[in-house]
């Protein structure tokens, strides 16, 4: 990734006959840590809930909570375009670094 300025790398993108640049901007980013994520949907959006499970002892609590800390609204198409790039990397990550198992202790929310 190249870093200039208050940009993050740049992105080619083609459109056309020519070639768009999408230079992504951090100078306003945050950053904050989820370990769990939820998705509900309608006709029009998916809505995307991220949050933390601080529960330490999932063995002993038939109940617990999640902090949630961010909703992110997304029209069908941009959530498509996620889920193709969010694949892509997983895939590659684990032909990196082996495959990833969600393990049987992971609780569903439904």
Not at 13 to 33: C, F, L, N, P, V
Not at 50 to 66: C, P, Q
Not at 80 to 96: D, G, I, N, P, T
Request: glycine share 8%; aromatic share 10%.
């Amino acid at each position: 990734m190249k870093k200039e300025g208050n940009r993050i790398g740049v992105t080619k993108t083609a459109r056309g006959q020519g070639e768009r640049q999408i230079k992504w901007r951090h100078d306003k980013m945050e950053t904050s840590y989820c370990n769990v994520v939820n998705v509900i949907s309608s006709r029009e959006e998916l809505t995307v809930l991220f949050g933390t499970n601080k529960t330490w002892f999932l063995d002993e609590e038939i109940e617990f909570a999640v902090e949630l800390s961010h909703r992110i609204l997304l029209n069908p198409y941009a959530a498509k375009r996620f889920s193709l790039l969010l694949s892509s990397v997983l895939s590659e990550y684990e032909s990196r670094y082996g495959p990833l198992g969600l393990g049987e202790k992971t609780p569903t929310v439904h």
